[in-house]
């Protein structure tokens, strides 16, 4: 039989926003490597024979090195193996995906890429908050809150602070970095800022404050990780938008984890 691999995204976090074809895959499986963060529904689609395998990554903990992760999807594939790498959100957006990929590739294997509804995209939606808006934002960007405390980042804040719209990813260890420098860079300290933690959950919380009050407002509320940060007008609209009811979601475990 020939093996093949499916670079899978799960969707932001509640399990019935995979994808049909993601979860069409899924229940096709023999192996599936999962992340943390996946939600143990989505690991029971899997055939019972499938053998699950955590690969996800912690800070400072890795279950395995994306270099062993490589490996172990090259040698699955090449024993014949329909394999699942599933992951959370969208594979291509901070997914490692070109790297599993290439190695792939490299070793003359079949894959597929199969998308899935990016947190960046996703969990704002259900804060309410659409991330372009007719006359106010017509465009926006995506970045981890990692570029902004490190050293050797090539990326130019003055161009995110201009941005209509910014999404921030892993935002909360890195939320007063993130809101110093795009203040720092020229954003207007009273631009809305809205943080959405564990989106699309029932666990899931909003705390709206501005560019320069979230920080302290954060500080009180103490939402938990995983976070994601939206920057702008268009993050306002959580106030009259909302339309999530987290209490309509049944509630599930999670590998929750700090970022």
């Known amino acids: 039989m020939t093996g093949k691999a499916y670079l899978v995204g799960a969707g932001p976090g509640r399990a019935d926003l995979i994808t049909v074809r993601g979860l069409t895959v899924l229940r096709q499986a023999d192996a599936v490597l999962y992340d943390r963060l996946i939600p143990p529904e989505l690991l029971d689609e899997a055939p019972t024979h499938a053998e699950r395998i955590f690969v996800g990554k912690r800070p400072g903990r890795h279950a395995l090195r994306q270099e062993a992760i490589n490996e172990l999807l090259v040698r699955l594939v090449r024993d014949g193996l329909q ?17 599993e990929a290439a190695a792939l590739a490299a070793a003359g294997l079949s894959y597929e890429i199969v998308p899935g509804i990016s947190s960046a995209i996703g969990v704002p939606a259900y ?6 808006r007719r006359g106010a934002a017509a465009a926006f960007a995506v970045v981890t809150a990692h570029e902004a405390s490190e ?7 003055c161009v995110l602070a201009a941005m209509p719209t910014l999404v921030v990813l892993m935002a909360l260890t890195r939320l007063d970095a993130v809101c110093a420098r795009l203040i720092s860079a020229g954003r207007d300290p009273q631009t809305p800022a809205t943080l959405i933690s564990r989106g699309t959950t029932a666990q899931q919380r909003v705390l709206r404050a501005t560019l320069s009050t979230l920080p302290d407002a954060q500080l009180h509320a103490e939402l938990p990780p995983p976070a994601v940060l939206v920057v702008g007008e268009v993050a306002a609209l959580t106030d009259t938008l909302a339309w999530f009811d987290p209490t309509s979601v049944p509630e599930h475990h999670m590998l929750w984890e700090d970022e």
């Open 83 to 99: 394999v699942v790498r599933l992951k959370g959100g969208d594979p291509c957006v901070f997914g490692h995906v070109s790297e």
């Open 127 to 132: 804060a309410g908050i659409p991330l372009t």
């Open 151 to 157: 050293a050797a980042s090539s990326i130019d804040w």
